[in-house]
């Protein structure tokens, strides 16, 4: 039997194995290194970016923040009144000057609601009159929008025109005291001719041996040259008075309905043909029913006072485009001369030895009010156009 004996003896190491074996760890290890420090310095360089970004980031945060205070600020101070709508037009901010107008902060509540308890629409478009609340006076308020976001938020922005509507009442009303003040002199003149006319003929009446028939003749002179004086002064009132401007909604379709059915017999006495033509599509302005029907009314008896029997007097309404209305009045009458026709509008100017002067300043006074312009045309021996332009509602 035979037994077999394993030797303990270790293997010999090759020693240039062994050197091999070093030579590939060092070189394991300088690459390790290398990246190692290559590693550290981006960290480094990534370390410094980033603390770069934070200051950066840092200030922008506070010029962030001291804008948003300034803006606070600034929405705190405005004027006007500003509120803030959300997606579901609910109200999520307001400044102070829309808590004063609208009453309280109504943070919280519906535009929609809160617009139907303290809005009261006016004819102007945008412009609403805020129901008084607690004893306050009542105010006139433009409101117009503004998209806040694409999520469909909104910025209400609320204007108080109260006190402009009244400086611009108080202006006119200047105005008017100060073209009076002008007018003083040439008003003593108008009044003085006829004055002295009634006067006259009402000395011839005093006489005992006056025939009957000469009585009636200069009774009925004095009874012309005081309802002149009367014309004169209703008309110098109603220039004073500066009857113009309105806040009621004018159809001009109906206006003209009217004013056919007052002057069409009047007309026809004079031999006059009066037409009427209405373009205006079913126009509408906002002003003053009363003054402008008189205004109509004052050039349509001026050009019936200035046509011949036989002559033709036309009214016509049509749509001038840019949000305006024309309405003219066309007469064949003689015309008026190009020297004259600057002078037309001024107080107390006329060509008629029956006029007071002051019908077509008044006249101009109306459209002014209105926010409009007047224009005449005229040639001698081609008649005249007065043409009136006006905003429509």
């Known amino acids: 039997m035979e037994i077999n004996v394993l030797s303990n003896t270790p293997k010999q190491v090759d020693p240039k194995e062994l050197e091999q074996a070093f030579s590939l760890f060092n070189e394991a290890s300088a690459q390790l290194t290398g990246a190692y420090q290559e590693l550290q310095q981006q960290v480094e360089r990534l370390t410094g970016e980033l603390a770069v970004a934070n200051v950066e980031l840092r200030r922008q945060l506070l010029e962030k923040e001291a804008l948003s205070q300034r803006l606070s600020h600034l929405l705190a101070a405005m004027p006007a009144g500003v509120v803030v709508l959300d997606q579901q037009g609910g109200i999520s901010e307001m400044n102070p000057a829309a808590q004063e107008l609208l009453g309280e902060n109504l943070a919280g509540r519906t535009w929609t609601e809160v617009a139907a308890h303290v809005l009261v629409q006016t004819v102007a478009p945008h412009e609403w009159d805020l129901v008084p609340t607690r004893g306050v006076v009542p105010r006139r308020v433009s409101i117009s929008s503004s998209p806040l976001d694409a999520a469909g938020g909104q910025v209400l922005l609320i204007h108080d025109m109260t006190e402009a509507y009244a400086l611009q009442r108080e202006l006119q009303r200047h105005q008017r005291l100060s073209a009076m003040g002008e007018m003083a002199a040439g008003l003593a003149h108008q009044l003085r001719t006829p004055l ?32 002149h004086l009367e014309h004169l002064i209703q008309d110098m009132l109603l220039f004073v008075k500066g009857e113009g401007g309105g806040q009621d909604a004018v159809p001009l379709p109906s206006l003209l309905v009217e004013l056919q059915q007052v002057m069409e017999p009047q007309m026809a006495e004079h031999g006059l043909e009066f037409k009427v033509e209405d373009d205006s599509r079913g126009a509408t302005v906002l002003g003053s029913r009363k003054a402008l029907t008189g205004a109509l009314l004052n050039l349509l008896e001026n050009a019936m006072q200035a046509c011949p029997r036989g002559g033709r007097v036309e009214l016509r309404c049509e749509d001038g485009g840019n949000g305006q209305v024309v309405l003219s009045v066309t007469d064949s009458g003689k015309g008026i001369d190009a020297a004259i026709q600057d002078r037309l509008f001024e107080p107390f100017y006329t060509t008629r030895n029956d006029g007071t002067g002051l019908g077509l300043a008044i006249v101009r006074g109306v459209v002014e009010a209105h926010r409009g312009t007047v224009q005449v045309k005229s040639a001698p021996g081609c008649g005249s156009e007065f043409s009136l332009r006006l905003p429509k509602l």
């Open 196 to 227: 002295a006319t009634a006067l006259l003929y009402t000395a011839h009446l005093n006489k005992p041996d006056l025939a009957e028939a000469e009585r009636v003749r200069f009774a009925d002179k004095v009874l012309a040259r005081l309802r």
